[in-house]
């Protein structure tokens, strides 16, 4: 699991932007790329119906960003969500449709209530 350090703020925005290596180290081919993302607390709970959303077009360098409902918080407590990754890509060296699933988590920081 890749683990981000730089903080959201709830109510703000909030970019992930993730690179797509294929097994031989180099960027994969953006001609097959299938990518789609899942948001999730650490209890797997769905965050804003954020499930298998499907990105269109994908390169091997993708931009997410989440805002809103994406980054509510309940509470004056940092929280840490869940982006999951996945999809398939042609490996140069392997085939075809081969999958791949990763996970980033990142905190949240609450707006405090008063």
């Known amino acids: 699991m890749i683990v981000l350090s730089t903080v959201a703020n ?3 925005v909030y970019w992930i932007t993730v690179n797509l290596w294929d097994d031989d180290g180099t960027a ?3 001609n097959d790329l299938v990518l ?3 948001l999730t607390d650490l209890s797997g709970n769905l965050i804003n119906s ?5 990105v269109s077009s994908p390169t091997d ?8 409902a994406d980054l509510a918080v309940d509470g004056n407590d940092i929280v840490q969500r869940i982006m ?3 999809g398939t890509y042609d490996s140069k060296a392997n ?4 999958p791949f699933k990763f996970q980033i ?3 949240i920081q609450p707006v405090v209530i008063v």
């Open 10 to 12: 709830e109510q703000s």
């Open 28 to 30: 994969m081919d953006n």
């Open 36 to 38: 789609t993302w899942t």
């Open 50 to 54: 954020r499930e298998d959303v499907s």
């Open 61 to 68: 360098e993708e931009t997410i960003e989440l805002s809103g």
């Open 84 to 86: 999951t990754l996945e």
């Open 95 to 98: 085939g075809d449709d081969k």
């Open 105 to 107: 988590k990142f905190p």
